[in-house]
């Protein structure tokens, strides 16, 4: 059964900082990793996508690292600011030949960045 | 624009009721999921279904119940069974393979009154 853990479970930084949030998971078999935001009360956005082949993807201040031997993916965010406060989940999908496929999901890192 | 919708948004359910959340999708998408969230903690699955006509439990399938009649529809029922029903609720879908995203609703809370 694929185990995904997020560490920290809470962060609480000043504005400017760099920071680095931590996902890691049990199973290698997966098609891709998937960087969402989840601010409170709302549903899920994508921030980052990276296919099991890849080892990183950018966007803008976000930067996603995947180590998939190791079953370790980094989500970097440079120059933070308080609008980036939220909790951060990561999740991966199962490669699966038999039935459908399951999206794993962390537990989560709540994100605070102070002014 | 393409995307996923959940409706209703809020809903207030009585002791002994069914109601059924809807979750629709026009990215052509085959797979779609039901999880659930209880306040400040992480996404539990409910159902998944990866074909018209097919679905599977979850890990808290328990009190509810899911068809897919539709490629694009995946209308969830909370049932009497459900015990603690009162939650946030949130559809997602994507094609399984490489590259492909997970897209989510914005989601629809569910109180028992």
């Known amino acids: 059964k694929q185990e995904v853990t997020q560490i920290p479970a809470a962060l609480s930084v000043p504005e400017g900082e760099n920071l680095v949030l931590n996902c890691s998971f049990t199973?290698?078999?997966?098609?891709?990793l998937q960087w969402f935001r989840q601010d409170p009360g709302k549903g899920l956005t994508s921030l980052l996508l990276?296919?099991?082949?890849?080892r990183e993807q950018t966007s803008g201040r976000l930067n996603a690292s995947l180590d998939k031997s190791s079953g370790r993916s980094t989500l970097y965010i440079a120059a933070s600011q308080p609008g980036d406060s939220a909790t951060y989940l990561c999740?991966?999908?199962?490669?699966?030949?038999?039935?459908?496929?399951?999206?794993?999901f962390g537990t989560g890192t709540r994100l605070q960045v102070t002014l | 624009d393409g995307g996923i919708t959940q409706s209703p948004k809020y809903l207030f359910r009585k002791e002994g009721q069914n109601v059924t959340l809807s979750c629709e999708q026009n990215?052509?998408?085959?797979?779609m999921y039901w999880y659930r969230q209880d306040p400040g903690q992480g996404l539990r699955l409910i159902y998944y279904?990866?074909?018209?006509?097919?679905?599977q439990k979850g890990d808290i399938a328990e009190g509810y119940s899911v068809s897919r009649e539709k490629k694009e529809s995946f209308p969830l029922t909370v049932t009497s069974a459900q015990k603690n029903p009162t939650a946030f609720y949130l559809c997602?879908?994507?094609?399984?393979?490489?590259?492909?995203?997970?897209?989510f609703g914005e989601g629809s809370w569910l109180t028992v009154v």
């Open positions: 997602a879908s994507t094609n399984i393979g490489y590259g492909n995203t997970i897209y």
């Open positions: 999740a991966v999908v199962m490669i699966n030949t038999g039935t459908a496929s399951k999206l794993t």
């Open positions: 990276i296919q099991s082949s890849q």
């Open positions: 279904s990866q074909i018209v006509n097919d679905f």
């Open positions: 990215l052509n998408h085959d797979a």
């Open positions: 199973d290698s078999a997966i098609y891709n």
